[in-house]
């Protein structure tokens, strides 16, 4: 069992907007993604972080959001490199559209998760699994985790005892924040 988690994915940043995948490049937030991280700390206000630790990925728009949603919650931020985002390989930077698959492919990331597991010379899904469960095995106690939308789906797929083929049925989404504790996890809402 792991210890509590607050697991936060970065707002949205120009790349998202345009459809584009990041993966271990990086873009900034727009303003949207800027209000998406303020709207974080709003909800991490009210809940109990004593305790708590802070860690974030590296790379600069989880970084960024980390900066914004934990604005006067946790004098400082870690970094740690395993919660970076599963690399993407040779689609680094391009559009959606732009991928060359056996079918047509949907914009929305939901809908494309299986690309990020098949992306040449990307991480995949065994490798990322790896990665997530050695950082969830190093917690020391109660985490608040800023992360990426492949890499906080891994982490509560492990943190559920769920199996890989399960990662499609967790749900994602930008600026939101995931509370997991005792094998349950809920999402946090303004006014929940």
């Known amino acids: 069992m792991y210890p509590p988690l607050y697991i936060l994915r970065h707002g949205q940043t120009e790349w998202n907007a345009a459809h584009r995948i990041q993966g271990g490049l990086d873009s900034p937030l727009t303003e949207v993604g800027r209000a ?10 009210g809940c109990d972080l004593a305790g708590f630790q802070a860690l974030s990925s590296p790379q600069g728009r989880a970084f960024q959001t980390a900066a914004i949603a934990l604005d006067g919650l946790f004098g400082r931020i870690d970094t740690d490199a395993r919660l970076a985002e599963i690399g993407v390989g040779d689609w680094e930077g391009l559009a959606r559209t732009e991928l060359t698959v ?9 809908s494309a998760l299986d690309l990020y597991n098949r992306a040449p010379g ?16 190093s917690l020391q106690g109660p ?8 890499t906080s789906r891994m982490l ?10 399960e990662i ?18 809920r999402q946090l809402a303004i006014g929940a």
């Open 36 to 45: 998406q991280a303020r709207a974080q700390r709003e909800l991490l206000a």
């Open 102 to 110: 056996d079918r047509v492919v949907d914009e929305s990331e939901e």
């Open 122 to 137: 990307g991480e995949g899904f065994v490798a990322l699994h790896a990665r997530c469960k050695a950082f969830l095995d």
């Open 143 to 150: 985490s608040v985790l800023v992360t990426h939308g492949i």
């Open 156 to 165: 509560r797929l492990i943190a559920l005892d769920q199996d890989i083929c």
């Open 168 to 185: 499609g049925m967790l749900p994602g989404g930008q600026g939101v924040i995931y509370h997991l504790e005792h094998g349950r996890m």
